[in-house]
């Protein structure tokens, strides 16, 4: 009788200590490549005692970081504390030492995760280990919530691909050009600042040797994010680049990379063995083609602009589809008078 009214309670407090786990992942997000953004908070009689997050990969994990927290906050009640991860603790030497052991010499006594570790030589091992040290393990809390932020890793270490996000500025009637004389500029400059915030997430922007002549992008990340410039991928059959663009002359140039005659999915591969695990292809009509073409893409965010050019370049160039493909997951954000949509494709 006492434990059925008992257990919801802890449950409620499970998801209360795990949100506060994902808000410290949260932080990491943009910044852990190619490992994943992860959090974690020290509780201990109902109150927290540490907090962390893996801010860079090869510092320390999530889980260090909350228990140094803690050492320094309240190193007496760490014995007995309970550990909130949003994603399942490494149990081998990588970069850093292994998680599992850490907390057990910590001397923790209960652990809670989210989400599996994707990583094959972590996933599903934490339980077993922390188990038979004595230690209670519950799993599964805030689970959709936490995976999200895990996509892009998951991807990479389980496929040797990077998680692709495909963007693209349109007219309502899908053109990415609008007569001449009239400027470049389709959608709204609120819409294209928000887009900066897709470039604070990956490692990469991919876009076609095109878009680098006709539209001379400087395809940087401009919005106060201390996050590494993202890396500049051009993709050219026949190599002719303008030397003065930005792309090769900014500040940046170190961090543009020039891929010749390289098809989708080959192209993402190659990327994934550079160790990146996130891609955002940005154009230009062709390259985005090729990329859904290829059945490359897992993720689409469309900016769409009140207005018909009634001609132009089409959005996604190529031959025409066998079948169209479906979103999930679609989100409908108004920027001003733009739409934002994003989603993210079914596979037939
Ligand atoms: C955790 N907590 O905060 C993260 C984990 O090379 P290392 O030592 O940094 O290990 C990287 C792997 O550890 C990575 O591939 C993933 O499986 C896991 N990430 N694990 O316990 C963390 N970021
Ligand atoms: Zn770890």
């Avoid at 030492?97 to 091992?125: E, L, M, Y």
């Avoid at 995976?147 to 691909?161: N, S, V």
């Avoid at 989708?264 to 292809?281: C, E």
């Avoid at 900016?303 to 979103?327: D, E, F, T």
Wanted: contains cysteine; glycine residues 10%; proline residues 7%.
């Amino acid at each position: 009788m006492k434990q059925a009214v008992m257990s919801p309670a802890t449950h409620e407090s499970d998801l209360h200590w795990m949100s506060l786990a994902l808000e410290q992942a949260r932080l990491g997000i943009g910044f852990t490549s190619p490992n994943p953004a992860v959090g974690a908070v020290i509780v201990a009689g109902g109150e927290l005692i540490g907090q962390g997050y893996h801010r860079q990969a090869g510092l320390p994990h999530a889980e260090i970081e909350a228990l140094l927290d803690a050492q320094s906050r309240a190193p007496e009640r760490i014995p007995g504390a309970t550990i909130y991860v949003t994603l399942e603790p490494c149990s081998t030497q990588g970069r850093t030492g292994p998680c599992t052991s850490a907390i057990q010499a910590a001397g923790i006594t209960r652990v809670v995760w989210a989400a599996q570790d994707p990583n094959p030589s972590h996933v599903g091992r934490a339980r077993q280990l922390l188990e038979s040290a004595g230690i209670s393990v519950t799993t599964g809390i805030l689970e959709a919530q936490c995976q999200e932020i895990l996509r892009p890793f998951a991807k990479w270490i389980t496929t040797g691909l990077p998680y692709v996000i495909a963007k693209a500025g349109q007219s309502l009637d899908g053109r990415i050009t609008r007569p001449a004389g009239e400027g470049p500029w389709i959608t709204s400059e609120a819409a294209r600042a928000h887009s900066q915030g897709l470039r604070a997430r990956v490692d990469a922007i991919l876009v076609g040797a095109e878009t680098v002549r006709q539209d001379n992008p400087r395809l940087t990340l401009r919005n106060g994010s201390a996050k590494e410039q993202p890396w500049r991928i051009i993709l050219t059959r026949g190599g002719h680049l303008p030397a003065e663009a930005h792309v090769f002359t900014d500040a940046y140039q170190d961090r543009t990379l020039i891929l010749r005659d390289l098809a989708f999915p080959d192209v993402l591969r190659d990327l994934a063995t550079r160790g990146i695990t996130s891609v955002l292809i940005e154009g230009g009509g062709n390259v985005l083609g090729q990329a859904f073409a290829s059945r490359s893409v897992d993720e689409v965010c469309w900016y769409i602009a009140p207005r018909l050019c009634g001609g132009g370049l089409p959005v996604i160039g190529g031959p025409p589809w066998a079948q169209s493909v479906a979103l999930e997951s679609v989100t409908l954000l108004p920027i001003g008078d733009n739409i934002c949509l994003t989603g993210r494709p079914v596979w037939p």
